[in-house]
């Protein structure tokens, strides 16, 4: 679904990543892990154009794309570490949905304002927080606003970027059941990144592990975790 090949950045002449392979199937929750500062956030965001490579070939179900055009924003949605940064200040939670279902013309236009109405819902946004900006949401709930927003685009895939580290633990357990359910109920396929591992294990199908070398499936991903243990 998703073929990344020969993905490459460096910061002023210095490589983050090299070379890198990736590979998504259709469906897939893959979990992407790796030491702090090695590079998980530029390689996701190199994804969706918010970092430009340095070199890169995309494909999605074939067909090789530029990152960071409309028609990727829209298959490729990102959430950012700190759900109120994908948020407007300006826009409460509805508002935000149909910012989206209107700019990139999802569905008829009679029917956007109860699909945002209906995504948020589902997510556990009730009417009443549904009318609120975001700093009159707590963090976790920001989080859902921003996980329903990313959803009314209808992406064929959705990156997250440490989806739990900004919240507490029974968000965190809230956040995980929700991902899982999303993902069985909608078939959806994901990228999530972490530098920690007992979430991802908890919803990935397959882990990769970045390494300064690249990209390494889940058994070497055992053998290194043998090694630090
Ligand atoms: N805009 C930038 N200019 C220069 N260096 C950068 C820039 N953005 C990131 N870096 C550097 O690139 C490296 C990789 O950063 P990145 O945030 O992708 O790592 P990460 O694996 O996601 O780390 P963490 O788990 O701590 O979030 C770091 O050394 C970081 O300092």
């Known amino acids: 679904m998703l073929e990344v090949r020969n993905l490459t950045k460096a910061y002023h002449g210095r490589h983050i990543f090299k070379d890198v392979r990736l590979s998504i199937k259709q ?25 430009q490579p340095d070199e890169g070939v995309f494909a999605l179900d074939g067909e090789t794309f530029e990152t960071g055009t409309a028609n990727a924003r829209k298959n490729i949605q990102y959430l950012w570490q700190d759900a109120s940064q994908s948020l407007s200040p300006y826009l409460t939670a509805h508002a935000a ?27 556990g946004i009730s009417p009443d927080m549904q009318a609120r900006r975001p700093h009159a949401l707590s963090g976790g709930q920001c989080q859902r606003v921003a ?29 995980v059941e929700l991902l899982k359910r999303l993902h069985v ?31 390494v499936e889940r058994e070497a991903v055992q053998q290194f975790l043998g090694r630090v243990e």
């Open 147 to 175: 996980l329903a927003r990313a959803l009314a685009a209808e992406p064929k895939l959705l990156i997250l970027d440490e989806p739990l580290s900004a919240l507490d633990l029974i968000t965190q357990n809230r956040t």
């Open 27 to 51: 469906g897939e929750v893959v979990g992407l892990i790796g030491r702090s500062g090695i590079g998980k956030s530029t390689l996701a965001r190199c994804l969706v154009g918010l970092e």
């Open 185 to 215: 109920e909608r078939n959806l396929t994901m990228l999530i990144v972490s530098h920690d591992l007992a979430p991802l294990q908890k919803m990935s199908n397959r882990i990769l592990l970045l390494q300064q070398e690249g990209i």
């Open 97 to 123: 949905l149909m910012e989206t279902l209107n700019g990139f013309s999802i569905g008829a236009k009679e029917e956007r304002f109860q699909k945002a109405r209906g995504l948020l819902s589902d997510l």
